[in-house]
């Protein structure tokens, strides 16, 4: 069960990633790692620009 609680983290921290222009593949290794450590450093930094 805690493991799927790491892949929901994971698969937040990219869907959120992709949303503000960062990196994906990154930012979902940092949830499934750090889980919401990851997620609210994500969700603070601002939207990049393309």
Do not use: Y
């Amino acid at each position: 069960m805690e493991l799927l609680f790491w892949i929901l983290w994971a698969v937040c921290c990219g869907i959120l990633a992709n949303n503000k222009n960062r990196n994906v593949v990154g930012w979902s290794i940092a949830g499934l790692l750090f889980g919401l450590f990851a997620l609210i450093p994500l969700a603070l930094l601002p939207k990049l620009e393309d």
